[in-house]
């Protein structure tokens, strides 16, 4: 059975201070129609501008990832996008009143248990997985990074952590599933060491920071004057180190609660790939700056495959997207003008058709008919005739709008064409559809090999238009 995208059911806030600027904050998330991925909107600022979660948009990975676009940005969200994730949603609308999210107790607990109270709906469109079918690597000798991703059936991630201290070194966590996410992951606080503690605090960071959302290691001795003065600045009667070198602010959930927060950033930072994985993910020494890179891997790899995915070879025998009973409710065009027989693919921004050229053609009569080859212009028409579905398929009630092409350059012809072969169409757009203007470039391929290319300027016009 094939999954459905999910978004949430009803608005929901989650309320706090952000953790490095104090400033109270209010994130509310709200539902979103499908395939609108996730988005964060600044509802404090000016014409409320939209930030695509998306590693292309990370500004900065210190302390934590920050997203920016149209003139905005939004800090620390990694744990928030951790919960969406966790909660298995898809679309979905994270409206925020200032900078940076609330930091609650350094978890992810806060945003999933928000999101588990209103609960989630199915949507019509289909849930988007990416099945890598290859290794992915990334490796940061000067910080001992290593991030590989496995083919798998479903998401899976590892992390190992390993701070060479005496108090914080080993530890490894496992996700074996994401639907373990909320249970087991979820609740696991950020932490902090000592030094990094006094060194944020003595450069006017984690102004909204407390004893009670992060578990702070202590890696050397530290003086009863040194806890008197932590006690004073965290508005606590007192501070104390316990044995195995945690200040005595929070109690560990898990003896691994530092690994297993580690791997609750990798959830978050990875979904900036834009996409459900279906991957083993092994992280050793994994930070936010490493994992927004090895997003991008992924994301550009992804890429490839859906730009290959219309070169050759071509599956001539899946189930055709397009037969010609529904060409024909496209296109006004019918035998013997009509030259598309089948739409193999087609995605936003690219199109495949497929021509089968037979001897009963009826320009084979007449265009050298002792050695018959079909003529270059008609082949222009066929592969223009693939581009305008893939035109009219990007405004509503296609069947009222029609393609004219204004333009035709950059034509090669390199091979002929002949009865028996089955010319096959790949199209792109140059650049995205203006004001009805669509710019292509065509490539017919016969037995994999091209034949002919073209550019294309299109106008779609409304039918009846003077």
């Known amino acids: 059975m094939t999954d459905k995208q999910r978004t949430i059911a009803a608005p929901v806030s989650v309320s706090g201070k952000g953790l490095h600027t104090g400033v ?3 994130l509310t998330f709200k539902p979103a129609p499908e395939n609108s ?14 930030i695509q979660a998306d590693c292309d948009h990370v500004l900065d990975t210190n302390r934590g990832t920050t997203i920016g676009s ?11 996008m951790a919960a969406i994730t966790g909660m298995q949603i898809d679309n979905i609308m994270v409206e925020i009143d200032n900078y940076e999210t609330p930091i609650k107790d350094g978890s992810a607990r ?36 290593e991030i590989i991703a496995i083919p798998a059936d479903e998401l899976k991630i590892s992390v190992m952590i390993d701070f060479e201290t005496e108090v914080l070194s080993t530890q490894n966590a496992t996700l074996e599933s994401i639907t373990d996410f909320n249970k087991e992951i979820s609740s696991c606080r950020t932490f902090v060491f000592l030094h990094e503690l006094e ?150 921004s690219h199109v495949i058709g497929m021509k089968n050229v037979t001897m009963n053609e009826g ?38 709008y029609l393609t004219f092409f204004l333009k035709i350059e950059h034509v090669k012809f390199r091979n002929k064409v002949v009865p028996g072969d089955t010319l096959v169409f790949s199209l792109r757009l140059l650049s995205p559809i203006r004001r009805g203007l669509c710019h292509m470039k065509g490539i017919g391929y016969v037995a994999n090999k091209p034949v002919i290319e073209a550019e294309m300027l299109a106008q779609i016009s409304k039918k009846n238009n003077p």
Do not use: C
Request: a negative charge.
């Open 70 to 80: 149209n003139g905005a940005q939004v800090a620390t969200i990694e744990h928030v």
């Open 37 to 50: 991925g996730i988005q964060f909107k600044r509802v404090d600022l000016d014409e409320q501008p939209v």
């Open 199 to 348: 060194f944020l605090l003595s450069n006017d960071r984690i102004k909204g920071g407390d004893l009670n959302n992060a578990i702070v290691f202590v890696n050397r001795v530290i003086t009863q004057e040194e806890l008197d003065r932590l006690a004073r600045l965290f508005n606590k009667p007192s501070v104390k180190v316990l044995r195995k070198g945690i200040l005595n602010n929070v109690d560990l959930y898990f003896e691994n609660e530092p690994a297993r927060h580690k791997l609750l950033d990798v959830v978050g930072d990875l979904r900036l790939a834009g996409v459900g994985l279906k991957a083993h993910i092994i992280a050793k020494r994994p930070g936010h700056g490493a994992n927004v890179e090895f997003a991008k891997i992924i994301k550009k790899y992804k890429v490839e495959k859906e730009k290959n995915r219309f070169e050759p070879p071509f599956d001539l025998n899946k189930t055709p997207l397009f037969d010609i009973n529904k060409i024909q409710e496209l296109l006004p065009h019918r035998p013997p003008f009509l030259l598309v027989d089948k739409i193999l693919d087609m995605d936003e």
């Open 24 to 26: 109270d904050v209010t």
């Open 363 to 400: 320009f084979f009569v007449g265009h050298f008919p002792g050695e018959p080859v079909m003529p270059g212009v008609l082949q222009i028409e066929a592969m223009a005739q693939t581009g305008g579905i893939l035109a009219l398929n990007t405004v509503d009630e296609p069947e009222n």
């Open 110 to 145: 806060f945003f999933t248990e928000a999101l588990e109270k209103v609960g989630t709906v199915e949507q019509s469109a289909e849930k988007e997985f990416f099945e890598l079918d290859k290794v992915l690597t990334y490796y940061d000798a000067e910080h001992k990074v």
